[in-house]
């Protein structure tokens, strides 16, 4: 039960009084159920937050990964004179870009 609901459920309405009255006890019981609650939202929200960082930098990572090894076969094969891995560059970028995915 959320703490509104306790309340509502705890609580009755005097006349002239434009909130609902309920006794202490209750009151903090509602307090803390309240409080409890937005904890609750607030660590799920943190938890997510985090997956989602880390799901962004892992992707950033990869996309960085792959940029480096294009431009290392691209070209340092071929100021290196390894004429043959640059004319199978785009293969050897499949390849690389298999692994990667692989590796999650």
């Known amino acids: 039960m ?4 306790f309340i ?11 909130y ?8 903090l019981d ?3 159920m309240a409080f ?3 904890s609750d939202t607030l660590i799920n929200q943190a938890s997510q937050n985090s ?9 950033e990572m990869k ?14 094969c071929h100021e290196a004179g390894f004429t043959e891995i640059r004319r199978e560059s785009e293969h050897y970028i499949d390849v690389f870009t298999k692994m990667l995915e692989e590796k999650q």
């Open 2 to 5: 959320k703490a509104k609901e």
């Open 8 to 18: 509502n459920k705890r609580s009755f309405h005097a006349n002239g009084i434009g």
């Open 20 to 27: 609902p009255i309920i006794s202490f006890g209750e009151a």
């Open 30 to 32: 509602a307090a803390d």
């Open 36 to 38: 409890k609650e937005g």
């Open 51 to 59: 997956q989602k960082k880390y799901e962004l930098g892992k992707k």
């Open 63 to 76: 996309e960085k990964a792959l940029k480096l090894f294009q431009m290392f076969v691209e070209d340092y």
